[in-house]
């Protein structure tokens, strides 16, 4: 499932996040191309702007994303109720669920392998992670670009930056949603909100390219590992 009915404001002004260009091809093709490139995957949903809808289906079926049952429904207005109109499109017989961003275009397919054979190991809910290469410090906020006071330095040996796509038993993770309705919650992520519910979550190995365009820089990096891509091997 791939939720993108978000804007995407950090980027600037202009089109919703998941429809801005990567080499001529919109972020959201290269996120649905990297689920479908996995034979783990067999069906990918896609949680559009609810005024997009129609448009999402043209943009995918012109760049030829043939080969996978690929289904586009409307989303919400925000990540999480995206994620769970996107359930309620998933085929009841469907076991495993990854839910994974629009803005990770890049993300190779052996992430997604490893996270859809943990699941399938018998893990409640996966995530993909890689170490931190810089010092943490958690600080107490400031209003008006005040300096901000540190309170702890954390021990980065033991964090991870956590990628997408996260890997989730169906009924855990519609669960979740569903109690999430009564007992509101604030999370940035799937699996924070079925950790928060008592479900445990495990880490695998993510991997450096599967990083989240979110600012103008993350785009011009991501521009330069697809030129790489495209040179060495006609991604």
């Known amino acids: ?81 995206s994620v769970r109109l996107g359930l309620a499109a998933i085929p009841a017989e469907v076991g495993i669920v990854l839910v994974h961003d629009a803005a990770r275009p890049l993300v190779p397919v052996e992430v997604v392998d490893a996270v859809a054979a943990a699941v399938r190991a018998g893990a409640e809910a996966v995530v993909p992670a890689v170490p931190l290469a810089d010092t943490v410090k958690l600080v107490e906020p400031q209003s008006g670009g005040r300096p901000e006071p540190v309170l702890d330095t954390p021990d980065r040996s033991a964090l991870r930056a956590v990628q997408t796509p996260q890997g989730f038993r169906r009924d855990v993770l519609a669960a979740a949603h569903e109690r999430a309705l009564t007992e509101p919650v604030a999370v940035t992520d799937d699996a924070g909100l079925v950790e928060r519910f008592g479900g445990r979550v495990v880490v695998v190995p993510g991997h450096e390219e599967a990083f989240k365009v979110t600012r103008p820089l993350d785009l011009v990096l991501a521009e330069a590992v697809l030129a790489r891509r495209r040179a060495s091997d006609g991604f």
């Open 1 to 81: 499932m791939v939720p993108a009915a978000g804007r995407g404001e950090r980027l600037g002004p202009g089109a919703p996040k998941a429809l801005r260009e990567l080499g001529g091809v919109p972020l959201l093709v290269h996120a649905v191309r990297a689920l479908a490139r996995s034979r783990a995957v067999g069906l990918v949903v896609v949680a559009a702007p609810a005024e997009g809808v129609a448009e999402v289906i043209a943009l995918l079926d012109s760049h030829g994303l043939d080969g996978k049952d690929i289904r586009v429904v409307a989303g919400g207005d925000t990540r999480q109720e």
